[in-house]
Nanobody, 128 residues
Framework: QVHLLESGGGLVQAGGSLRLTCAAS????????MGWFRQAPGKEREFVAG????????DYADSMNGRFTISRDNGNNLLYLQMNSLKPEDTAVYYC?????????????????????WGQGTQVTVSS
């Protein structure tokens, strides 16, 4: 089990930027594929972005592509989500998640069921 802690959320005006950070515990972070999800009030938790354990491959939900960038620092057990050109509809609690089951170093999980560890979430609010 890996412990995940998100930070970097807050209130921002439409068109602004935020960078979320997820700090992971343990010595095997570099072997986990990682992802970001978000959940708005009254809605299902949805995939935002994913990254392979090798830090080579990424994937994004269609509505985020081009505005959000996922990255990781395996040496410091950190996962990032750079969010630009934010819109009010991006308002949600953002969660980082780890896929701890063995797999290809190039695989990018995108389904919620593939992730076994979750952080507590960080609130992002975008005002119009």
């Amino acid at each position: 089990q890996v412990h995940l802690l998100e930070s970097g959320g807050g209130l921002v005006q439409a068109g602004g930027s935020l960078r979320l950070t997820c700090a992971a515990s343990g010595r095997t972070f570099s072997s986990y594929a990682m992802g970001w999800f978000r959940q708005a009030p009254g809605k299902e938790r949805e995939f935002v972005a994913g990254i392979s354990s090798s830090n080579i491959k990424t994937d994004y939900a269609d509505s985020m592509n081009g505005r959000f960038t996922i990255s990781r620092d395996n040496g410091n057990n950190l996962l990032y989500l750079q969010m630009n050109s934010l819109k009010p509809e991006d308002t949600a609690v953002y969660y980082c998640a780890a896929r701890t089951s063995p797999g290809s170093r190039w695989y990018v999980p995108i389904r919620r069921s593939e992730f076994s560890s979750w952080g507590q979430g960080t609130q992002v609010t975008v005002s119009s």
